[in-house]
């Protein structure tokens, strides 16, 4: 009997122990930056000639592993092993197929500052978010292999005279799972086990600046028992192999998580029926956010700033559920952008490996561009108040940045920057304030902070977002008990680590015996 769901806990870094035991995982990792890491097809390593370098965020000249790349041959190759394997593994046991999801979290477990430490330095992850990422990705294994025993059960339908009726949920076939850079354990995990543990085979094709820390977790995947052919990996260029085989007549389901550009091009290229194609691809497209939280007069204002500052700039604000909006009503609009000013001033900013950071680099030169376009952008929209600088040069630095007097119509209120910078709109009433939180076209995260119960109970009803929080950050939603997924144009609402996404990875066929 497997034991009911329990969150992974998370490590305190505080006590010597797991501080030793995670300074040696990140020893370790670094004396691995030189291995090379090959492809997986069909269960055999496969190494392509072309390859491509990770490099640390944090150190830009530094390399943190070399990843074989994978070519439009290779990606067909993959499809041949996925097909060929999914009949037998579709076949196994929907418990049998738990187990092995529950000796990978076990893997995980015995590794977990291993692979905490691979993300410190391949994603400039600080050490607890590095650590919250590697939980989360042993929560989907856990939580994904009850789900499909549950799924997997007897599911009653009402009786007909002379008739036994029965309803299963079957797997689709081979599907393409394309994760982003920046949970590059949880998600690339949480995406491939929901997609196997339902009895398809998989084709992962992993985001391009993390694929060590992927990698990894293949290997584990592999160690427990993961038959050939079952889960192959083929890193590569988004464009290239990545449309090669969205496009695919043999592609039966992508799962992507990523920015809304390459979600909606996706979905459009997955529509058109191919020559040869015998089904309509299903698509599961999680994307981008514009994350704002309400700040009301009756609210604990200190509470509000240390959950903005937290939401804002956890991970370098690198996170679909980061806040980027601070809307604030306007009789407390100086005080609370006053407190969020100085407690984002006053965060270390710093390598990732140094326990003491808080903020570190953000992931790679387009990324750092971009955030640094939308300071200017910022300055003209609105008021710098805080940061907007690069911080050092050795890594992709950028300071905590607050621009405040922002226009609800702007650039910077409409648009996903993905980085450190927050903006403060200020709101003439409550009921502004929460058509100002509804007026872009993503609908992911949200927050109000308010003591007025009125105003809770309007949100709840109309606050236009997949996960809404009341007095308390807006980002961390834990598998299980807070299901995730956005509305509109921030995705399919899948709501991953909920009893829901499962049967995004099957079809239900229904069986009737006439007796
Ligand atoms: P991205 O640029 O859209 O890339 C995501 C993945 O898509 C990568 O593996 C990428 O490969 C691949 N890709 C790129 N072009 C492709 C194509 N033409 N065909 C098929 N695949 C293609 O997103 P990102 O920069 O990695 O991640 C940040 C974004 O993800 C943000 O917008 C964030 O809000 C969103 N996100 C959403 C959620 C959610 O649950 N809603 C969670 C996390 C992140 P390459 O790496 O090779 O380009
Ligand atoms: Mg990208």
Redesign the pocket.
Known sequence: MVPEFVNEALTDFSHPEPRQAMQSALRAVHDEFAREWPLLIGGAHVTSGAWFESLNPCQKTQVVGRVARASQSHAETALDAAWASFPEWSRWQPAERARLLLKVAALMRARKHLLSATMVYEAGKTWGEADADTAEAIDFLEYYAREAVRLGGPHPLPRLAGEDNELMYVPLGVGIV??????PLA?TCGMTAAALVTGNTVIL?????TPVVAARMVELFREAGTPPGVLNFVP????EI??F??GHPRTRFIS????????T??YALAAQVQPGQRWLKRVVA????KDAIIVDESADLEAAASGITTSAYGFQGQ??SAASRAIVLEPVYQDVLGRVARQAEALRVGPAEDPTTQVAAVIDQSQYDKVLSYVEVGQREGRLVVGGEPHGDEGWYIQPTVVADVPERGRLSQE?I?GPLLSFIRARDYPHALAIANGTEYG?TGGVYSRDRRHLEQARAEFQVGNLYFNRKITGAMVGAQP???FDM??TDSK?GGPDYLLLFTQAKVVVERF
Do not use: Q
């Open positions: 394309i994760p982003p850079w920046n949970f998600i094709k992993p985001a391009s600046l590569g260029s988004g464009g990545g449309d085989l969205v992507f998580t990523g920015s809304r550009e390459v979600g091009h996706i999680e994307m981008g956010g996170k679909c996903e993905f992911l995730f997924g956005g921030s995705g991953a």
